[in-house]
């Protein structure tokens, strides 16, 4: 079955608002982090979502466990959604999701540093070469 769900947390990180956006498709979970700045309007959330929810960046996905369906005590079910509201902050498995999305940009930016410094010893070189040439012709 193909089920998907959304969940967006803001909370305040001192001294910016942040918002983290968990995404879970077919049991595998990927997280997107976004920072607001000032405290955004509930209306300036849903209009950021509605907005840029295609060009977010999502974290490679994470594998999670499907969540059980209790259709069982409302008041049980009440405490349960008041609980997750008053939590402050992301769970652990967005956590490992952000870090493998840091840790993957980390590798592309080495990697392409390390290309700008090859090509920049290669064009010295090249330029070394080219006046060690240059030196030489008249003899």
């Not at 918002?19 to 309007?41: Q, W």
């Not at 349960?80 to 490992?96: L, M």
């Not at 592309?108 to 010295?124: L, P």
Request: contains cysteine; positive net charge.
């Amino acid at each position: 079955m193909d089920e998907r769900k959304n969940q967006l947390t803001v909370y305040f990180e001192d001294p910016f608002w942040v918002g983290v956006l968990e995404r879970v498709e077919d049991g595998a979970l990927s997280v997107c982090k976004v920072t607001f700045g000032a405290e955004p309007k509930d209306y300036e959330v849903w209009d950021f979502v509605l907005k840029y929810y295609d060009r977010l960046e999502f974290s490679p996905s994470v594998a999670v466990a499907a969540a059980k369906k209790n259709m069982g005590n409302p008041k049980r079910q009440q405490r349960e959604a008041r609980k997750q509201t008053a939590a402050v902050g992301i769970g652990t498995k967005a956590q490992q999701a952000l870090q493998l999305q840091r840790e993957e940009r980390k590798l592309t930016r080495k990697t392409v540093s390390r290309e700008q410094r090859e090509a920049e010893q290669a064009r010295r070189f090249a330029l070394r070469q080219q006046k060690r040439k240059e030196k030489h012709r008249g003899h």
